[in-house]
């Protein structure tokens, strides 16, 4: 991956396009944990040459201006990859897709997973497989899919990022969708907050599959930002996080 003059993209900055071809954005905090180099201030001026040579661009709304987006030659070396990326993200958006996208991108950097898709990246490639039916509500997918590698097997685990609460109603139809849908090993939901997790435990307990709720487990955002590999996960009995998990499948 190189500059139009020649200079080779270095490797730092080769994984934040990559990472902003599959979320949709970066925030200036999580270029600072996953891709900066060296001192604070140096990471600075290695995000600020990225955005002078048009790699990146601010995202001009005031809900997103602490966070960049792919720019003209960021999307001509995507192409040059042969990479595919997913659309821009709304500025809204922005803190919930960077977030549940950047423990992936930790999960596999550790190597606990080859391959990790986005719900923007499922939705761009219509992959069926993993589509989930709300009925009324519509088509979704799972916020990331990814496979976990294992001692002797990989399964295949769908994230879910709960930023907000949500109706009832809608994690009802949510936790049907998964009990009908594509039958994924796991099912972890990221929550913000206790509440979030209680109403999706009232779904699971009025869906009735168990099954499916011995493959669902509960992780808090601040755990998860913080290390998704060790973070906590309430409710799964096989194991108390990702790398105890991977160690005993």
Not at 200 to 228: C, H, T
Request: hydrophobic content about 35%; charged content about 25%; aromatic content about 12%.
């Amino acid at each position: 991956m190189k500059y139009p003059h020649g200079r080779k993209l270095s490797k730092n900055a080769a994984e934040a396009v990559r990472f902003v071809a599959k979320v949709g954005s970066l925030e200036r905090e999580i270029w600072y944990k996953l891709f900066g180099q060296g001192t604070l201030r140096w990471k600075q001026m290695q995000l600020q040459h990225l955005i002078n040579r048009k790699i990146f661009k601010y995202n001009t709304s005031k809900h997103g201006h602490d966070a960049v987006v792919i720019d003209r030659f960021g999307v001509e070396l995507i192409k040059s990859m042969g990479w595919q990326h997913v659309n821009t993200i709304y500025p809204h958006e922005i803190e919930h897709d960077v977030t549940i996208g950047a423990g992936a991108w930790e999960i596999e950097k550790a190597g606990f997973c080859q391959k990790w898709m986005t719900e923007r990246e499922l939705k761009s490639q219509k992959l069926d497989n993993f589509k989930l039916d709300l009925k009324n509500d519509g088509i979704k997918y799972p916020d990331i899919v990814c496979r976990i590698h294992g001692k002797t097997t990989s399964p295949i685990v769908a994230f879910e990022y709960e930023k907000t609460s949500k109706t009832n109603w809608r994690y009802n139809k949510t936790i049907k969708a998964y009990s009908e849908g594509f039958n994924f090993s796991y099912i972890f939901f990221v929550v913000a907050n206790a509440s979030i997790e209680q109403t999706i435990k009232k779904a699971m307990q009025y869906i009735q599959d168990g099954q499916l709720n011995s493959k669902i487990g509960f992780i808090s955002v601040e755990d998860w930002k913080r290390n998704p590999l060790n973070a906590k996960i309430r409710g799964l009995k096989i194991a108390e996080n990702l790398t105890e998990l991977a160690s005993k499948i």
